[in-house]
């Protein structure tokens, strides 16, 4: 639901002329797939966690592929960080690892789909680090197109003994949850596009 609101009100937005799409290339649209894929990761393990994990012990896993996402910038593309960057992300890794074993609702299965979430977003940024012509709101709107065609088939026939599957407020928050997130991602590319790479990179890292 929430990725076919977005996707709906992008495509809408492209074709009103409000935002500029260029999908001209087939190779780079293909070359973009595996980075769509772990998008459906992220969607997926993130919601198969959520639902069996409290939100804090969510977020806390989540927040650890900061060490990953570092680790890519310091190992790889040999950027310079200071000591309050390292600090911080040992804490995550400290937190990320502790918690675990402090947990005394410690669900095995809710950990590993969190895992799984937690490996596909700390994997995404290693694709920007490889030069495209696709600007951002084009790999958002392939990221879109694709999750609405995989994402249906993970749990299809499931869906239809969820609970609240006929109340509105269910419906409703999940497109209010779809038009957030929208405009939470045209404001992440507007800022992205009028600051430099280590002010985005701050802005980001402050916000998680």
Excluded at 91 to 103: E, I, N, S, T, W
């Amino acid at each position: 639901w929430q990725t076919l609101v977005g996707g709906l009100l992008l495509h809408v937005s492209w074709k009103l002329g409000w935002v500029e799409i260029n999908l001209c290339s087939r190779s780079e649209i293909l070359s973009w797939l595996p980075a769509s894929v772990l998008f459906v990761g992220i969607i997926y393990a993130g919601s198969r966690a959520l639902s069996r994990l409290p939100i804090p012990v969510f977020l806390t896993v989540q927040n650890a592929a900061e060490v990953i996402t570092c680790g890519f910038q310091k190992f790889v593309q040999k950027e310079v960080m200071d000591l309050l960057i390292h600090s911080s992300v040992l804490f995550l890794l400290v937190a990320a690892v502790c918690l675990p074993l402090c947990d005394t609702q410690f669900d095995p299965n809710g950990y590993l789909w969190a895992l799984i979430h937690l490996i596909c977003v700390g994997k995404k940024p290693f694709f920007f680090f490889f030069p495209s012509s696709l600007s951002d709101l084009d790999q958002q709107y392939i990221n879109y197109a694709f999750s609405i065609l995989l994402c249906p088939s993970g749990d299809l026939f499931s869906a239809l003994d969820f609970p609240f599957l006929y109340f509105y407020r269910f419906h409703s928050s999940c497109c209010a949850s779809g038009l957030l997130g929208f405009f939470l991602m045209l404001h992440t590319v507007k800022l992205k596009s009028s600051t430099t790479s280590g002010q985005y990179a701050a802005w980001s890292f402050l916000a998680k």
